[in-house]
């Protein structure tokens, strides 16, 4: 099958988050986070695996830097792990943790390539956490005032900044669904998490225009839902879904409001009780860029709550049920494959949200059964078929008008997996986790070929637009 051709001037890049490959996490003055305290907690991760080592990323950043060089990548996501720089969350920062974050910006731009910086990827220092953590507002400040320190550090460098990776997750997989740290099962403290996640997000975006970082946006995962039947009921359910996993971002950040069907899906649990007046003027500010997750769709049907008890609901118990979309492939974290919904998604986001900023798809990837060979080689074709598909499904969002500026493989190493631990391989580069070695797979010089031939359309138009 051929490679799509997408407008040249699309930027390309791997994306990579600061738990999941640096290790070193008892070094350079780093305090814990709550994904330490986490992975510490028996039965959290599997086979008790954390990111004590990952990828020793922490030490060996220039061999990885490296790879992306020979890779061709335009661009660069990684994100700031807060406890580096501030290991109890406040006060003065750690100089050895900003010494780092220095080296690598210095080695990315060194090696050609544009850093974006994601600012929160859930590493929360635990000392926040013991003090309430998003729950609570004061943490909101905490990571301005961070964000701040940050900017003020690397912001004459570095010129894409992304707020947060996927509140979605922080708030609703850490608080309500108890799968992330820090694990707990809540409900309308699982939503003042989202909310203050948000009020973090404004803040921090003021805090980096205050200092002239750049560019600035957040990292969401919306999804894409599918109804099992076109019943009432199912499409109802979808509709409480698409609230609580995109509208609760979406909304205030891009359309000035909550979400109007908040007592539909949460039945009071929504009280609004963390929100102050104002705070809508701080969450929607104006951004520079949307950054979009995307991995696979959902397919829901409308279920009785979980749990009888309204005082035992979770603020994910919404009245859904996850039904198994059959007849496509799985990844090996069964993830249905169904690359035209990522189309879907993104068109429909751009109807809805008529002031959406640009778009960069922040990450987008699979997690397979990589199987080295007697020489080592990994024959990733699930890999390169998902990437080459997906790229496909994006060059048609943006034939239908979507305004897509650039694209990050999730990711550029095999790394910690969260929950999952270290089993689920996302990596277009092999990690061998016992010798700590890289080992580019199939992807990987499938995506450098890619991007070869994209650049030299780039070159090429440049050169019709200038002489011709
Ligand atoms: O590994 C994660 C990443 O940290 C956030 N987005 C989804 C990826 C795959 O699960």
Not at 123 to 143: H, K, M, N, S
């Amino acid at each position: 099958m051929e490679d799509p051709t997408l407008p040249a001037s699309l930027l390309f890049g791997t994306a990579t988050a600061a738990y999941q490959i640096e290790g070193g996490v008892h070094e350079g003055g780093r305090g814990p986070s709550i994904w330490d305290t986490y992975c510490r907690t028996p039965g959290r991760v599997a086979r008790g695996e954390s990111g004590d080592v990952a990828c020793d990323h922490y030490h060996r950043y220039g061999e990885d830097v490296a790879l992306l060089a020979d890779l061709g990548v335009d661009l660069y996501r990684f994100s700031v792990a807060w406890p580096r720089v501030q290991p109890t969350g406040k006060g003065r920062p750690n100089p050895e943790g900003l010494a780092f974050y220095d080296r690598l910006v210095d080695t990315i731009l060194g090696a050609g390539i544009e850093p974006a910086l994601t600012l929160y990827h859930w590493d929360l220092p635990q000392a926040l956490e013991d003090e309430g953590g998003w729950r609570v507002r004061d943490t909101a400040y905490r990571f301005a005032e961070y964000s701040r320190i940050v900017a003020d550090r690397l912001g004459d460098r570095v010129n894409r900044w992304i707020t947060l990776n996927e509140p979605f997750c922080s708030a609703f997989v850490g608080h309500a669904v108890g799968r992330h740290a820090p694990g707990t099962r809540e409900g309308t403290p699982a939503l003042a998490a989202a909310h203050h996640l948000l009020l973090a997000h404004g803040m921090a975006t003021g805090e980096l225009r205050a200092a002239a970082a750049g560019e600035v946006g957040i990292t969401l995962n919306p999804d894409h839902f599918l109804p099992a039947t076109d019943s009432e009921a199912d499409r109802a359910a979808v509709e409480r879904a698409r609230t609580l996993h995109n509208r609760v971002w979406f909304d205030p950040i891009f359309a000035g409001a909550y979400p109007d069907n908040e007592d539909e899906v949460w039945e009071g649990m929504a009280d609004g009780s963390y929100r102050a007046d104002g705070d809508l003027r701080i969450i929607g500010q104006p951004l520079d860029f949307l950054g979009v997750n995307f991995y696979r769709p959902i397919m829901l049907r409308d279920a009785p709550h979980s749990e009888a008890d309204p005082a035992a609901r979770t603020a994910v118990d919404i009245r859904t049920e996850q039904v198994r979309i059959e007849g496509v492939r799985h990844t090996t974290m069964d993830w249905p494959v169904v690359p035209a919904t990522f189309a879907d998604l993104l068109i429909d986001l751009d109807r809805r949200y008529p002031n959406l900023p640009p778009i960069f798809i922040t990450e987008n990837g699979s997690a397979e059964d990589d199987q080295p060979d007697e020489t080592g080689r990994v024959r990733d074709t699930g890999r390169v078929e998902y990437l080459r598909d997906h790229l496909g499904a994006l060059a048609t969002a943006i034939d239908a008008g979507v305004d897509v500026r650039g694209y990050f493989v999730w990711s550029l190493l095999d790394n910690f997996e969260w929950a999952y631990g270290y089993d689920r391989r996302f990596g277009l580069v092999r990690v061998d986790y016992d010798r700590l070695e890289r080992h580019p797979k199939d992807s990987y010089h499938w995506y450098r070929d890619f991007l070869t031939s994209h650049r030299a359309r780039r070159v090429q138009e440049l050169a019709t637009q200038w002489e011709g």
